[in-house]
């Protein structure tokens, strides 16, 4: 399950791009590198937006997103409430995790019963919206903190992992500025990677420090492969099948963001004055190609 992945992440000799080629597989049909404007344009060439959650809009409430999001994993029939293997700190809860408030949605990290594994609450959300293919873009500010990992994934809805899609994840692991974003495929075929701006972990170094400003983090899906963008800069393209590991189609994907606590990659917190930490989510856009169907998933 995707708990691979992040534990194989936290050996960085060991990430899981698997440079396997697809065999015969056409160039995917990527857009052009954007420019900084595309990012933060509503309306997008060749796309039409299938939903928008912008919780900058007046009267959201907690319900109202729960009609939309799920605030568990999909796994053990959507009652995970954090990820085993991967050495987290935190269960996610619905235990004022997330605040509407400032015209964002807030993922709150706290401590709530000891410094120690499970002794951390935190706040995860996952669309009941489900869609293969497609472009997914998040605006969101991440927090910065030894030990804090907040992330942007899409997952298969069925709960068979893999396949994944880490749109972007920021992991404090080292002092300082929170400026390295990483984007990773997981799958059973994933090819190598073209136009690439990031280095041999995934890691794309961004000019600015990424708790002090909403930045827009992206993926332009299609069945050949897929493009991450960070603020409308394409940062890297790869080849990449949808597939589970016995070779059958993952079906649709659902979002999930997410903020963690501890774990292998991140390692443990560290300092008490880093908590209660958010992270700030603007809006959550999802457009299809207008070649593509929408598969919406029923609600459960």
């Known amino acids: 399950m995707i708990a691979a992945l992040w534990s194989r992440l936290a050996r960085p000799a060991a990430v899981v791009l698997l440079a396997i080629p697809l065999a015969a597989q056409a160039e995917p049909k990527s857009p052009p590198d954007a420019a900084q404007s595309f990012a933060s344009d509503r309306e997008k060439p060749g796309l039409e937006l299938v939903k928008e959650w912008d919780f900058a809009a007046s009267g959201r409430k907690l319900p109202g997103l729960l009609d939309d999001f799920h605030t568990l994993y999909a796994f053990d029939n959507g009652r995970q409430d954090y990820l085993p293997g991967t050495g987290e700190w935190q269960r ?22 000891g410094w120690t594994p499970g002794g951390f609450e935190s706040g995860m ?42 749109v972007a994840a920021a992991v404090g692991n080292r002092p300082g500025e929170v400026r390295t974003s990483y984007h990773l495929l997981a799958g059973k075929a994933v090819g190598p990677d073209r136009d690439s701006k990031v280095d041999q972990w ?39 099948a949808w597939k589970h590991e016995d070779g059958s189609d993952a079906g649709p994907a659902q979002l999930v963001v997410s903020l963690a606590v501890g774990g292998d990659w991140a390692g443990p917190p560290l300092n008490a004055g880093d908590f209660p930490a958010t992270m700030a989510i603007k809006y959550i856009r999802v457009y299809r190609h207008v070649s593509n169907q929408l598969v919406e998933l029923p609600r459960k």
């Open 125 to 166: 959300i996952r669309s009941k919206l489900g869609q293969r293919y497609g472009y997914f873009e998040v605006s969101a500010k991440m927090p910065s903190g030894r030990g804090l990992w907040p992330s942007i994934t899409l997952q298969p809805a069925d709960a068979v992992w893999p396949p994944s899609i880490v």
């Open 92 to 113: 996610y809860r619905l235990n004022h995790n997330h605040l509407l408030e400032d015209g964002t949605l807030k993922l709150v990290a706290r401590l709530a019963g």
């Open 202 to 240: 995934g890691g794309y170094e961004n000019a600015v420090d990424l708790s002090r400003g909403y930045h827009v983090f992206a993926v332009d899906w299609t069945p050949q492969g897929v493009t991450h963008y960070v603020d409308g800069v394409a940062v890297v393209k790869r080849n990449f």
